[in-house]
């Protein structure tokens, strides 16, 4: 690397070219020697993701590999349930926010079984846009006050 570049280059330049402040709703920064950390309670305390990765290799994990905090997970589907909640208090709404997590966007067991824990008390549920991902909301389905949502399900045998 040319040396004029690395002695002029910012950790605040490295999160602009990253777009963190754009996606990473303050869960990833650069710290001053340049490695991206997360903090996956939004609470200040950070991980570097370079440590979680040296971890990964010696327990025998090689690149690439998927790395998932699941403490994001569920703190988005808190924050998301809360924030409605206070909307729906402060404008005397009434009203109830009932979310659904759509699976399309992840069929993973571990995130599904992640977003439905976190949003227990708020009885957040899934949505399905297909045979395949109704069969997964039925599977995990544990509570009628729950909602699984058929969302351009088109299959008259199952309607």
Not at 63 to 78: A, L, N
């Amino acid at each position: 690397m040319n040396k004029k570049i690395e002695q002029n280059w910012s950790s605040q330049q490295s999160e602009e070219l990253y777009g963190f402040n754009r996606w990473g709703q303050n869960y990833f920064t650069v710290d001053d020697k340049g490695y991206v950390n997360v903090k996956p309670l939004g609470d200040g305390q950070e991980v570097r993701i370079l440590d979680v990765i040296d971890e990964a290799r010696q327990k025998g994990l090689s690149s690439p590999m998927v790395i998932r905090f699941q403490d994001i997970i569920r703190h988005r589907v808190v924050k998301i349930n809360e924030v409605f909640a206070q909307a729906i208090k402060d404008e005397k709404y009434k009203g109830t926010y009932r979310g659904v997590f759509p699976i399309k966007v992840n069929q993973m067991r571990e995130v599904i079984e992640e977003v439905l824990s976190a949003g227990k008390e708020y009885g957040y549920g899934l949505e399905a846009g297909s045979k395949p991902e109704l069969m997964i909301a039925l599977a995990m389905h544990d509570h009628e006050k729950k909602l699984i949502i058929c969302n351009g399900y088109k299959d008259e045998d199952y309607i």
